[in-house]
């Protein structure tokens, strides 16, 4: 299939797994999604089902691996794309302290040429999957437009047209994960400037997007804008995708209309012995700034975590919005 990148939701880890997909595709039925980044390790020795299953209601969705090794990548595009997903990601951002062990994710700024093998390795593993790269502007001492500029070009000579650029540098020495997130400044005309220098590749801008209208002003002049944590955090964000950058209607008329869409699918999962935490931990930002939006939350909290909970809690919480809204008007 042909994938539009106009607008996508990044890869988080611990936040983009399967459930929070689902739920988001409550939202949106045209934002491209992604998992969590898997290793090549992971995905080739652990438990596929766990790690990689998936619902159709998902795509489109994409895989994110993070590897230094082209064999490994190759296997683990391979079992991706076999396994029905619509895109391979190759992770070149995460500046983590487990993905600098292991030499991948934003570490590989710094070897353009490696980093080229491995998308080489992770088309010829999938070969009918587009593979993409996400990445950041540099690590460290790098000077922004050169390593950025290298990095592309290395790629894009051995046939990657797809880029998602995190417009930050990494510090991978002196900044946490958390740190990289919000300190290093972000320099959204840089990516620009790469868009310009080589149009006939497509360009994502990621990085400290607030919120829909500040990702639609900043995508001028590039290709698609993948919004990170403001589409998690308030996921209402995501009914206005649809209609905005797509020019379709949304899947759910509003938020209460989207937790009932929800319901079938966690009734599922609960029958398959998932805990409703692990879904509704997804849903708590849905009425962030709404009347009743803090009792919503504080319902899913407290009653969501206890065993056996089920939909119940969801219709209460959910009546608490309504009893809400009643009050306010």
């Known amino acids: 299939m042909k994938i539009d990148r106009r607008f996508s939701i990044a890869p988080m880890m611990d936040w983009t797994d399967r459930h929070c997909r689902a739920f988001h595709r409550t939202l949106t039925r045209r934002a491209l999604l992604y998992t969590e980044m898997l290793t090549a390790d992971a995905v080739i020795h652990g438990d596929r089902e766990r790690l990689l299953g998936f619902s159709d209601v ?7 691996l993070g590897g230094s090794e082209p064999a490994k990548m190759a296997e683990a595009a391979r079992i991706g794309a076999a396994l029905g997903y619509d895109e391979i990601n190759l992770n070149i951002g995460c500046p983590s302290d487990r993905v600098q062990a292991g030499r991948f994710g934003a570490c590989l700024m710094r070897e353009p ?8 390795a992770a088309q010829e593993g999938a070969r009918d999957v587009p593979v993409t790269i996400k990445s ?6 790098q000077e922004p437009r050169e390593a950025l500029f290298a990095l592309v070009d290395a790629c894009a000579a051995e046939g990657c047209t797809s880029f998602t650029v995190h417009a930050r540098k990494a510090w991978l020495s002196g900044l946490s994960p958390k740190e990289n997130r919000d300190v290093p400044p972000l320099d959204y005309e840089l990516v620009r400037e790469l ?7 497509q360009i994502i801008l990621n990085g400290g997007l607030r919120d829909l209208d500040h990702a639609i002003e900043e995508s001028v002049g590039l290709d698609g804008v993948m919004l990170g944590r403001a589409a ?3 996921p209402a964000t995501l009914m206005n995708v649809d209609t905005r950058v797509f020019g379709e209607a949304a899947p759910s008329e509003s938020r209460e209309a989207a937790v009932e869409a929800y319901l079938p699918y966690i009734e599922q999962q609960l029958a398959a012995g998932v805990a409703l935490h692990a879904m509704t931990r997804h849903m708590l930002g849905l009425f962030a700034a709404q009347p009743g939006g803090r009792l919503w939350r504080r319902v899913l909290s407290e009653q969501g975590v206890r065993h056996g909970a089920g939909v119940e809690v969801v219709r209460a919480a959910l009546a608490e919005v309504t009893q809400a809204h009643a009050r306010a008007a």
């Open 58 to 64: 998902e795509h489109p969705v994409a895989l994110q």
């Open 113 to 120: 040429e490696l980093a080229a093998k491995l998308w080489r």
């Open 136 to 141: 950041r502007i540099g690590v460290d001492d």
């Open 195 to 201: 868009k310009r220098a080589r149009p006939g590749l």
């Open 232 to 234: 998690y955090q308030t």
